[in-house]
């Protein structure tokens, strides 16, 4: 009996050691973000910063939220926000960790969470302009599909 009790308290201790937030959503800072683009190969950049190609997994402070740009030639620019959030996890504490669990949470970093964590964009094509004819040089030229004679 005496060694089932320490089992069981030593368990409760763990748990009350271990932050909801910082189980389910990780901690350490950053977050990974995924960007996805098609076409893929698309330049990425978070916060003016050009971080790689897409597919790529991104490491981003979860403290700040960031802009994320998406750019290929022959395609419009995407623009997306990643937007740093409260993590509701936090709230598991209350029940299950307490203020230690609390206090392990902000150590890490796990109180705020990133949304979306993943971006999938489909590049629109930029518009090609359309031609246009230059002027006629040195006067007017008959309408097309027209016949002229000569005087």
């Known amino acids: 009996m005496a060694r089932t009790l320490s089992v069981l308290v030593a368990a409760v201790v763990a748990l009350c050691g271990v932050g909801c937030a910082t189980v389910v959503s990780g901690g350490g800072g950053a977050q990974k973000v995924t960007v996805v683009s098609d076409p893929p190969g698309a330049g990425v950049s978070v916060d003016g910063r050009f971080v790689g190609a897409s597919p790529v997994n991104v490491p981003l402070d979860r403290r700040a939220s960031h802009t994320v740009e998406i750019t290929a030639a022959g395609y419009e620019t995407a623009k997306l926000e990643v937007t740093s959030k409260f993590n509701p ?15 392990v949470d902000v150590v890490t970093d796990a109180t705020y969470r990133l949304s979306p964590d993943e971006l999938t964009v489909q590049l629109r094509p ?25 005087r």
């Not at 209350?94 to 609390?102: C, E, Q, R, S, T």
């Open 89 to 103: 996890w936090v709230i598991g504490n209350v029940v299950v960790g307490g203020l230690l669990g609390v206090v």
């Open 126 to 150: 930029t518009a090609l302009p359309t031609p246009t004819a230059p002027p006629p040089a040195g006067g007017e030229s008959p309408p097309a599909g027209s016949v002229s004679s000569p």
